[in-house]
């Protein structure tokens, strides 16, 4: 097993953020579409995408930056235990839409990013797969996810 060093340092770097609209598109929302809210707090077309990109991929993290530019330290930790992993994953940038973000919080019913979800499942957080990468655990969740 690949051993990874966590820098859970902040982004030092500030970087203006991309129109709202790349995020929507990103999971399909368009910025002109009306946004209806439903009794939970969440815009049924938001939730409906959200559902669509998690069933369609075998692996997403909804994190802080990109893949490439990752924002934040856990954000990082996440990306760098999936590319030691060598697996396929979608990333999504909660940071250029609002609504995503605070969408992202009610879905899950958990407060903080990363988000990474595993086979259509919510698997954890920056602390959970560390654990599960540490343990083998994360390995065994991948290989099934990806045979499926």
């Known amino acids: ?3 990874l060093q966590c820098n859970m340092r902040p982004a030092t770097t500030i970087l203006t953020r991309r129109p709202a609209q790349v995020a929507r598109k990103s999971i399909g929302v368009a910025r002109s579409q009306t946004v209806r809210v439903t009794a939970s707090g969440m815009a049924p077309d ?6 669509e990109l998690i069933a369609s ?6 994190m802080k930056g990109t893949r490439q530019f990752p924002m934040c330290g856990f954000s990082n930790t996440v990306v760098q235990i999936l590319n030691v992993m060598d697996v396929p994953y979608q990333t999504v940038n909660i940071l250029e839409d609002d609504a ?3 969408g ?12 990474v ?3 259509g ?3 954890g957080g920056c602390d959970i797969m560390m654990e599960a990468y540490q343990s083998g655990e994360l390995k065994e969740q991948l290989e099934i996810a990806l045979n499926s």
């Open 117 to 119: 979800y595993i086979n």
């Open 121 to 123: 499942d919510f698997f």
């Open 1 to 3: 097993m690949a051993s």
């Open 46 to 51: 938001l939730k409906k995408s959200i559902d």
């Open 57 to 62: 991929n075998k692996v997403v993290v909804f």
């Open 100 to 102: 995503i973000r605070s």
């Open 104 to 115: 992202m919080k009610e879905y899950s019913q958990w407060p903080t990013f990363p988000q």
